[in-house]
T-cell receptor
Framework: LAKTTQPISMDSYEGQEVNITCSHNNIATNDYITWYQQFPSQGPRFIIQGYKTKVTNEVASLFIPADRKSSTLSLPRVSLSDTAVYYCLVGPINYSSASKIIFGSGTRLSIRP | DADVTQTPRNRITKTGKRIMLECSQTKGHDRMYWYRQDPGLGLRLIYYSFDVKDINKGEISDGYSVSRQAQAKFSLSLESAIPNQTALYFC????????????FGDGTRLSIL
């Protein structure tokens, strides 16, 4: 199982770009990388998913280097409402066992005015 | 995500009581999951089901049981509640056989005295 390591917390200011890096040195060939966002007292919400290179959607970008041993979630021009916990998950494309899904402790992102 | 509904949202009960948490979904997904989240920690998988006839243990299934009554319903039971089962419980769903994103309910806050 690919274990992930993220910073425990990060601080930034409104309008800045925030990059959260996740390390997954043991990622397997058939693993995808998925990021979720969680606000207090709510369930996690899917942000973005990728396999290699770069993925972009209306919310964020995900950068994955060629060796895939890490990934970076990029949030452009953050606002106060981006204050949340962000989880990086690594799991196989066709997971026959959901026990391969591992949520770590996440990164607590705090945005200041 | 209003498509995944958990009931009750809050519950306070006593040690030794039997408790059932319910989850229903309108997303038409085959896969359903139960997670537990303790303060400041990530989510841990309790049980998961890939279809109505499929039930699988997750990382922390001891002290819990589940029932998949229909594609849309997945309930979690604590047969004899104990204080260290006090936590926030989340139900989630996902589609297909690939690493599809999970969609979470807003959780049930359970306190066992």
């Amino acid at each position: 199982l690919a274990k992930t390591t993220q910073p425990i917390s990060m601080d930034s200011y409104e309008g800045q770009e925030v990059n959260i890096t996740c390390s997954h040195n043991n990622i397997a060939t058939n693993d995808y990388i998925t990021w979720y966002q969680q606000f207090p007292s709510q369930g996690p919400r899917f942000i973005i998913q990728g396999y290699k290179t770069k993925v972009t959607n209306e919310v964020a970008s995900l950068f994955i280097p060629a060796d895939r041993k890490s990934s970076t979630l990029s949030l452009p021009r953050v606002s106060l409402s981006d204050t949340a916990v962000y989880y990086c998950l690594v799991g196989p494309i066709n997971y026959s066992s959901a026990s391969k899904i591992i949520f770590g402790s996440g990164t607590r992102l705090s945005i200041r005015p | 995500d209003a498509d995944v509904t958990q009931t009750p949202r809050n519950r306070i009960t006593k040690t030794g009581k039997r408790i059932m948490l319910e989850c229903s979904q309108t997303k038409g997904h085959d896969r359903m999951y139960w997670y537990r989240q303790d303060p400041g920690l990530g989510l841990r998988l309790i049980y998961y089901s890939f279809d109505v006839k499929d039930i699988n243990k997750g990382e922390i299934s001891d002290g819990y049981s589940v029932s998949r009554q229909a594609q849309a319903k997945f309930s979690l039971s604590l047969e004899s509640a104990i204080p260290n089962q006090t936590a926030l419980y989340f139900c989630a769903t996902s589609a297909g056989t690939t690493n599809q994103p999970q969609h979470f309910g807003d959780g049930t806050r359970l306190s066992i005295l």
